[in-house]
């Protein structure tokens, strides 16, 4: 097969998956980028709104919290989960006894579907039954409110949200299995211990998994946060952890106000790309030259 | 593999696709209430038609709900469907009130909203101004099976939008105390008396609210309630204050009046002050209304709706009492009613439906499962809902109190102005924050929603 009917087949296969994004994401993507630009309340027909939606979003109190939540919210989950996703996939790297059941557990809490791991977390942080609190009771440890406390409740939220990492773990293990073993001999012969060969062997090489790893959590960190503060806290207490998907939906469909709903997606998304910009030059590119 | 097998599986592919979408759409039409296939009888049937004609056609029905309510819903359509053979009802049911809410806001944005829908006194005028619904005025005048005269007017009034009747209201609940007369007797106190006081009803909380392990936390509390504007205007009313500055005409919130803002330390007293309520960790733990139920919380606050599940209750005695009373006397409006979206097409069908569920038959099968005070006289007067044979035995208590019964404002943003103003409240009242400045956010926040 030629390279380039190996490449249109490739395109073929591709084809049902693109026809779904366009159907079920593109296109309302673009419909939704138009609303934006117009006050609708889905009952009767959009009207021109030119910039006011926007303006109106610059004064909204609410829209400001969530943007500051939603910050807050990237800024403990994506290192803290990039740092234990890296520790687990170089803790069961190498094929040793039991280590596909480890990976497994790892790996389980990403399959478990979004409501019924939010639900699974709303007992495990109730604040007087829940087998957290019952655990660090025991033990003497202060017992935080959690989810009640409006000062522990965006982080409680973001603990919850650590152990789904089963993707991002998958890709690094697939990346350290690429680092070629003589790299590690001959760093053993140099007399290189265990923290050096992670510093001058690992992360150089895996740059672009990690790098590649961060931009996809900083996605889901912004985008899927929505499940769980719905059903585990309401954006409560106080809006402790009202984050901008929720906000977003609660004005499009709770209140009807299709067009200011719009105007935030259009900004998260905007404000999303500018973080990936952002972190994509903490990096320094993909780590190598891309034309090797 | 060969390009053509690999097209014409594409090909297939594509098909199963299409077909797949298709059956979507086909399958959402029928469950959810779409306009119904064309060609069905009825269709084109004109609303004023007259009623020798009989109706045809399926109709779908959208309601809110735990399984006793929704057993009781699939009563009122089998009932229905047996004296109208030609109309198919099919129930859609949500079962929490703000999935219900969220559904209903969609459907109607997709222009698919199910044809008849309940739709709560304090949401209706939303749809309303924006001419979502179809005014059943003209309907009920036209009617042989009902008559407005039958109804309680109170229930009736708040569903009349620029001086027409919107839906038919299905039921009139007032605010009561839910109380566990077990643990009444325990406290050695004799039940609430028709007309109780403020004072009263805070004794009877204080001596019900209980360490009963003795090791320094409270197992038992005196009272529940949700924390809310909606349940805080009756004692408002009571006090003299008022929830807006203009009932009538509302240009904004009179929650800084003196007589309104010492309802309202009343009101966050029971938790700050007197700790007869569950505070913010205790009520997250374990929520007061499983607390009633699991017969460690001495009187809930709620409308009728709470019946069909407390009558599940099999551990403890409980009966209902009116609110206590404060300076004068007042009560708050809980009404649902019957509503068609103006784009339904089967009209005729549409409205057989909401006239047959509340005709007197109709009115006393949902009236059975306790879950309403019936809004038809007849009904509300008569055994099936008096009956003292079953729980509650005093539910005269429902009808003693609709003489003072009031409604908030009818206005299109007030569900969002209850929604901020109970985040703000609840500050207060988890001492979070000084009621003064709770007032004063929530004045100043709901204040652009008085102007649409």
Redesign the interface.
């Given at each position: 097969m030629t390279h380039r009917?190996y490449q249109?087949?490739l395109l073929?296969l591709l084809?049902?998956f693109l026809?779904?994004v366009t159907l079920l994401v593109v296109a309302p993507a673009i419909l939704s980028l138009g609303l934006a630009f117009t006050h609708y309340?889905?009952?009767?027909a959009p009207s021109w709104a030119g910039w006011a939606n926007f303006q109106a979003l610059a004064t909204n109190?609410l829209f400001g919290i969530a943007v500051v939540n939603s910050l807050l919210f990237v800024a403990i989950s994506v290192p803290l989960r990039t740092l234990l996703t890296f520790g687990l996939a170089l803790l069961f790297a190498r094929p040793r006894r039991g280590v596909g059941l480890y990976r497994a557990a790892v790996y389980l809490p990403t399959v478990v579907p979004g409501v019924a791991y939010a639900l699974i977390w709303l007992w495990i942080l109730?604040?007087?039954?829940g087998p957290l609190n019952l655990l660090l009771g025991s033990v003497g440890l202060p017992t935080p409110?959690w989810?009640?406390d409006?000062r522990t409740a965006l982080a409680a939220v973001a603990l919850a949200a650590v152990f789904q990492l089963g993707e991002g773990f998958v890709i690094l293990l697939a990346g350290l299995q690429e680092i070629p073993d003589e790299y590690y001999e001959t760093a053993t012969l140099d007399g290189a211990g265990r923290l050096a060969m992670v510093r001058a062997i690992v992360l150089p090489l895996l740059t672009p998994w990690l790098l590649l790893v961060v931009l996809r959590d900083l996605i889901v960190s912004v985008q899927s946060s929505f499940t769980p503060v719905l059903l585990m806290t309401g954006g409560?207490?106080?809006?402790a952890t009202l984050l901008v998907p929720l906000l977003i939906y609660q004005t499009a469909?709770?209140?009807?106000r299709?067009g200011e709903g719009a105007a935030m997606t259009l900004l998260v998304f905007l404000g999303v790309g500018l973080l990936i910009a952002l972190t994509y030059r903490l990096f320094g590119g993909w780590g190598y030259d891309e034309a090797v | 593999?060969p390009?053509s097998a690999?097209?014409s599986r594409?090909t297939l592919?594509?098909a199963v696709?299409m077909l797949a979408l298709a059956g979507c759409a086909g399958s959402n039409n029928a469950t959810d209430g779409g306009p119904s296939p064309p060609g069905g009888a009825g269709n084109s049937l004109p609303a004023d038609r007259p009623a020798t004609a009989e109706p045809s056609g399926a109709i779908s029905f959208m309601i809110f709900g735990d399984t006793a309510e929704k057993a009781a819903y699939e009563q009122l359509v089998a009932a229905f469907e047996e004296r109208h053979p030609a109309i198919d009802v099919s129930l859609i049911h949500i079962p929490g009130q703000s999935d219900y809410?969220?559904r209903l806001?969609?459907d109607?944005?997709?222009g698919t909203p199910a044809d008849v829908v309940l739709l709560n006194y304090r949401r209706y005028a939303?749809?309303a101004a924006?001419?979502?619904l179809e005014p059943l005025g003209p309907y009920l005048e036209r009617s042989t099976l009902i008559d407005q005269a039958d109804f309680y007017q109170e229930s009736i009034q708040p569903f009349i939008w620029e001086g027409q009747l919107m839906c038919i209201p299905q039921n009139l609940s007032s605010l009561v105390v839910y109380y566990n007369r077990d643990l009444f007797r325990a406290a050695g106190l004799s039940d609430p008396s028709a007309d109780w006081t403020w004072e009263e009803f805070l004794a009877a909380a204080q001596a019900l609210t209980r360490d009963t392990d003795g090791d320094g936390a409270t197992d038992q509390y005196g009272l529940g309630t949700e924390v809310s504007i909606f349940r805080a205007a009756p004692f408002i009313w009571q006090n003299g204050g008022e929830l807006v500055d203009n009932p009538e005409a509302p240009t904004r919130l009179a929650l800084d009046s003196p007589a309104a803002r010492e309802a309202l330390q009343w009101f966050v007293d029971l938790q700050v002050r007197h700790k007869v309520v569950p505070d913010?960790?205790?009520e997250?733990?374990?929520d007061s209304e499983s607390r009633f139920l699991n017969g460690r919380l001495g009187m809930f606050l709620n409308s009728r709706r709470g019946v069909p599940t407390y009558r599940t209750i099999e551990r403890f005695d409980w009966d209902v009492a009116p609110l206590p009373q404060g300076k004068q006397k007042a009560g708050i409006l809980h009404a649902d009613a019957y509503c068609m979206p103006a784009v339904s097409e089967n009209k005729a069908a549409i409205w057989t439906f909401i006239e047959f569920a509340n005709a007197a038959e109709g009115q006393h099968i949902i009236a059975a499962s306790g879950r309403t005070v019936p809004s038809l006289r007849a009904v509300a007067e008569s055994p099936t809902f008096l009956n003292p044979g079953q729980k509650p035995a005093n539910s005269q208590v429902f009808l003693d109190v609709i003489p003072w019964i009031r409604t908030v404002p009818i206005m299109a943003g007030w569900a969002?102005i209850e929604e901020l103003s109970a985040?703000e409240l609840?500050?207060a009242y988890?001492g979070?924050a000084s009621l003064d400045e709770v007032i004063r956010a929530t004045q100043e926040?709901a204040q652009p929603l008085f102007t649409p």
């Open positions: 009917r249109r087949s073929l084809l049902p026809f779904g309340d889905g009952l009767s109190q109730n604040p007087l039954y409110a989810l009640v409006p409560g207490p106080y809006y469909f709770e209140r009807l299709f | 593999m390009r690999v097209y594409l592919l594509a696709i809410r969220q806001g969609v109607f944005a997709a939303a749809y924006r001419g979502a913010a960790v205790a997250a733990a374990e969002e985040e609840s500050r988890y979070q926040r």
